[in-house]
């Protein structure tokens, strides 16, 4: 099977003002689970195209309650009540933090390897979830 790619999900992450990055990284967030391809499609197609949570703020605001019935419909049977606050944790961490960093690794004053360190401080993303978020977004690399 091949991978999942940002265009497939119409994710275009070169543009800051449409959460491209944002995007690719909840995306990339679901693919990297113990799931089924097309149920991690599922589950982002259904929290951002269908319910707007596009950007780390809207998803940080969302309830867990929420998180979990929106995962449930795109067809999580298991891990929907951790999965649903690993997503609101990352939703909170981005908020505050994605594009102060992303800005510091593209003006250099902080190194790809301490953001891909940031990255992996969240639970939920391991290796496989980094591999897969840079496989398409090259940050401070023109």
């Known amino acids: 099977m091949t991978p999942i790619t940002a265009a497939e999900l119409g994710i275009a992450i070169s543009q800051?003002?449409?959460?491209?990055?944002?995007?690719?990284?909840?995306?990339?967030f679901l693919i990297g689970k113990r799931i089924?391809?097309?149920?991690?499609?599922?589950?982002?197609?259904?929290l951002v195209d269908r319910h707007g949570l596009d950007t780390p703020e809207k998803l940080a605001?969302?309830?867990?309650r929420d998180l979990v019935r929106l995962l449930?419909?795109?067809?999580?049977a298991r891990y929907d009540e951790?999965?649903?606050?690993?997503?609101?944790e990352l939703g909170v961490g981005l908020a505050a933090e994605?594009?102060?960093?992303?800005?510091a690794v593209e003006s250099?004053?902080?190194?790809?390897a301490e953001f891909d360190a940031w990255l992996l401080s969240f639970k939920g993303i391991g290796p496989k979830t980094l591999e897969?978020?840079?496989r398409e977004a090259v940050l401070g690399e023109k």
Do not use: D
């Not at 605001?61 to 867990?64: A, E, I, P, Q």
């Open 98 to 103: 994605l594009e102060s960093r992303t800005n």
């Open 132 to 134: 897969i978020f840079k």
């Open 16 to 28: 800051p003002t449409a959460h491209g990055l944002y995007k690719w990284l909840l995306a990339s």
């Open 82 to 88: 951790s999965t649903a606050t690993r997503l609101h």
């Open 108 to 112: 250099g004053s902080m190194k790809s």
């Open 36 to 46: 089924r391809s097309s149920v991690a499609f599922e589950a982002y197609r259904n």
């Open 72 to 76: 449930g419909q795109a067809g999580y």
């Open 61 to 64: 605001g969302c309830t867990h």
